[in-house]
């Protein structure tokens, strides 16, 4: 019989992974490094120092300024079609990279209220991601609404492990409700949520609904048409290997085009870039979510890992990050569940049901802080989330089988010791 918590289980895995080629076409300068927050900053691509040096030396170099009229001031649509067209389920001229997930979500937050004019709430979770509850609790305060929260009110509270539902959502809206802002995929136990569901209730009730997709984006198939969903951003440096401090971006339904407002009237989003003229006048479609001068550099770089999803595929992309959470709740369960071989009482707060999962898990210790310190100190790299989170994040691309074997068996041995 196999036993599957032997390393050559693993090894196996490897040999038969189809996306495996993919680890040897990224910058990996120490091979025993067992890399587990791709979740938080991917990994380099090796093409992606040359595809930057090319803009430096034969773009900004040679070419100067007019570099500009040769191919940089479209590079935040040209790419941004490739990205949402690769990723998101989007068509042509929906999706633009620019700014950063921050600055994005007060853009697109400020738009969709003015969609609604007569309604002043936002419903939001209360775990979720910092920027998002920051900037929803700011945006309604200056227009004089509220946000309804979801979920626990403490932020010591235990990580929740299940999904947002339709039916939560439904409970917390009524007829002042304008916007519904949540996390595609939570940030802290990898659970995505009911998307579909999520979005018919709120147009049900008049509401829009905003995505925020940075978890989700290179690890979960999206169709953001296909849910009829209004409104998205995320940020392209986790499992799009964009870079450190990559650019976001924005998809907008095309429906809404014509009517949103971008509260940052930058000249980038003019409808004219170089008239120079006295008053605002947006540019047609998504461009007008621009704001001031583009990174071409950046661009490029986002470009780069988008080019690596599209060539492995978004089907099989899934395919492996199922897998892999798959073999780290089986070995969660054999090495560090309170009812495994070592009783080390570590919890699951993730969901059990992988098809629930993005392309993370979290494992909850009372230490965790501590532990996660300490297992970079041995070469083993996830990351901490408060309050007691150690997020183990599995990139397709570039995490082996192996990598999770000798990552959870890290965890178990230092554990161990401390016990």
Same mark, same amino acid.
């Given at each position: 019989?196999?036993?599957?918590?032997?390393?050559?289980?693993?090894?196996?895995?490897?040999?038969?992974?189809?996306?495996?080629?993919?680890?040897?076409?990224?910058?990996?300068?120490?091979?025993?490094?067992?890399?587990?927050?791709?979740?938080?900053?991917?990994? *380099?691509?090796? =093409?992606?120092?040359?595809?930057?040096?090319?803009?430096?030396?034969?773009?900004?170099?040679?070419?100067?300024?007019?570099?500009?009229? =040769?191919?940089? *001031?479209?590079?935040?649509?040209?790419?941004?079609?490739?990205?949402?067209?690769?990723?998101?389920?989007?068509?042509?001229?929906?999706?633009?990279?620019?700014?950063?997930?921050?600055?994005?979500?007060?853009?697109?937050?400020?738009?969709?209220?003015?969609?609604?004019?007569?309604?002043?709430?936002?419903?939001?979770?209360?775990?979720?991601?910092?920027?998002? /509850?920051?900037?929803?609790?700011?945006?309604?305060?200056?227009?004089?609404?509220?946000?309804?929260?979801? +979920?626990? &009110?403490?932020?010591?509270?235990?990580?929740?492990?299940?999904?947002?539902?339709? !039916?939560?959502?439904?409970?917390?809206?009524?007829?002042?409700?304008?916007?519904? &802002?949540? $996390?595609?995929?939570?940030?802290? $136990?990898?659970?995505?949520?009911?998307?579909?569901?999520?979005?018919?209730?709120?147009?049900?009730?008049?509401?829009?609904?905003?995505?925020?997709?940075?978890?989700?984006?290179?690890?979960?198939?999206?169709?953001?048409?296909?849910?009829?969903?209004?409104?998205?951003?995320?940020?392209?440096?986790?499992?799009?290997?964009?870079?450190?401090?990559?650019?976001?971006?924005?998809?907008?339904?095309?429906?809404?085009?014509?009517? !949103?407002?971008?509260?940052?009237?930058?000249? !980038?989003?003019?409808?004219?870039?170089?008239?120079? $003229?006295?008053?605002?006048?947006?540019?047609?479609?998504?461009?007008?979510? !621009?704001?001031?001068?583009?990174?071409? #550099?950046?661009?490029?770089?986002?470009?780069?890992?988008?080019?690596?999803?599209?060539?492995?595929? *978004?089907?099989?992309?899934?395919?492996?990050?199922?897998?892999?959470? #798959?073999?780290?709740?089986?070995?969660?369960?054999?090495?560090?569940?309170?009812?495994?071989?070592?009783?080390?009482?570590?919890?699951?707060?993730?969901?059990?049901?992988?098809?629930?999962? +993005?392309?993370?898990? #979290?494992?909850?210790?009372?230490?965790?802080?501590?532990?996660?310190?300490?297992?970079?100190?041995?070469?083993?790299?996830?990351?901490?989330?408060?309050?007691?989170?150690?997020?183990?994040?599995?990139?397709?691309?570039?995490? /082996?089988?192996?990598?999770?074997?000798?990552?959870?068996?890290?965890?178990?041995?230092?554990?161990?010791?401390?016990?």
């Amino acid at each position: 019989m196999t036993d599957t918590a032997a390393r050559s289980y693993a090894e196996a895995l490897d040999e038969a992974d189809p996306l495996a080629p993919f680890r040897s076409r990224f910058e990996i300068p120490d091979d025993s490094v067992v890399y587990l927050d791709g979740n938080s900053l991917g990994r *380099m691509p090796s =093409e992606t120092a040359p595809r930057v040096a090319a803009v430096l030396h034969e773009q900004w170099a040679d070419r100067l300024i007019r570099s500009w009229d =040769e191919g940089w *001031m479209d590079l935040p649509l040209e790419v941004g079609d490739r990205l949402g067209t690769t990723l998101l389920g989007a068509g042509p001229g929906e999706t633009v990279v620019c700014d950063n997930v921050t600055v994005n979500v007060f853009k697109v937050l400020e738009a969709a209220l003015d969609l609604r004019p007569d309604r002043s709430t936002v419903v939001a979770h209360k775990g979720e991601f910092p920027t998002d /509850r920051y900037v929803a609790a700011e945006v309604t305060r200056r227009r004089g609404g509220s946000v309804r929260w979801l +979920g626990p &009110l403490d932020p010591a509270a235990p990580l929740p492990i299940d999904p947002v539902t339709a !039916m939560q959502v439904a409970g917390a809206l009524h007829d002042d409700v304008a916007v519904v &802002l949540l $996390s595609a995929v939570d940030y802290r $136990s990898g659970a995505i949520a009911e998307l579909a569901g999520i979005t018919q209730a709120a147009h049900d009730a008049g509401a829009l609904v905003v995505w925020d997709c940075s978890h989700a984006i290179g690890s979960v198939p999206l169709d953001l048409p296909g849910i009829g969903a209004d409104f998205a951003i995320g940020c392209s440096y986790k499992y799009v290997n964009g870079g450190p401090g990559a650019p976001a971006w924005i998809w907008a339904a095309p429906e809404h085009h014509g009517a !949103m407002r971008n509260p940052v009237p930058g000249w !980038m989003g003019h409808s004219d870039v170089f008239a120079m $003229s006295p008053d605002y006048s947006p540019a047609v479609g998504v461009r007008r979510f !621009m704001t001031g001068t583009p990174s071409a #550099t950046a661009l490029a770089a986002v470009d780069v890992g988008v080019g690596l999803l599209a060539e492995a595929g *978004m089907a099989a992309v899934r395919t492996k990050s199922l897998a892999l959470t #798959t073999y780290a709740v089986d070995l969660y369960d054999r090495w560090l569940a309170g009812t495994g071989e070592t009783g080390l009482a570590v919890t699951l707060a993730s969901p059990r049901d992988a098809a629930l999962r +993005g392309a993370h898990i #979290t494992l909850g210790h009372p230490d965790a802080l501590a532990v996660t310190q300490a297992l970079a100190d041995r070469g083993v790299i996830p990351d901490f989330r408060h309050p007691d989170g150690i997020r183990v994040g599995l990139a397709p691309l570039t995490t /082996r089988f192996t990598d999770v074997h000798d990552g959870l068996l890290a965890i178990r041995t230092l554990l161990e010791a401390l016990r």
